[in-house]
């Protein structure tokens, strides 16, 4: 198997419901697509709200974007700004350098 060098893995951590405001940023700037994962949260705030006595935890998503390396810091600041991410509370975006990458589609010249 052949392993593409030069991509980057931007993830966003945001609320339940962001995910979209993130996405569309995301290829607004470049990006190809995104997975989005569910999680929940356990920040330092302890958001937990109670109904009924059962503790209800914060619901996160969690959005992935692989994206060239050339292309990341564009994409991370787009999406900062579409959320605001220098507001307290409102998500947090990292990028990891990936060694390479197999089976992402590349569209052709064309219709990039």
Do not use: C
Not at 16 to 45: F, M, N, P
Not at 58 to 64: A, Y
Not at 91 to 104: A, H, Y
Request: charged share 20%.
């Amino acid at each position: 198997m052949n392993l593409e060098p030069g991509y980057e893995l931007i993830i966003t951590v945001v609320n339940k419901g962001w995910s979209d405001k993130v996405i569309k940023a995301g290829r607004e700037a470049g990006a190809q697509g995104a997975t989005i994962l569910h999680a929940r949260g356990s920040g330092l705030h302890h958001d937990f709200v109670s109904f009924l006595g059962i503790a209800i935890e914060p619901e996160k998503e969690l959005v992935l974007n692989v994206v060239p390396g050339e292309k990341s810091e564009r994409i991370v600041s787009a999406i900062s700004e579409a959320i605001n991410l220098t507001a307290p509370g409102t998500g947090i975006t990292m990028v990891i350098p990936l060694r390479g990458v197999s089976g992402l589609f590349k569209p052709k010249e064309s219709e990039q």
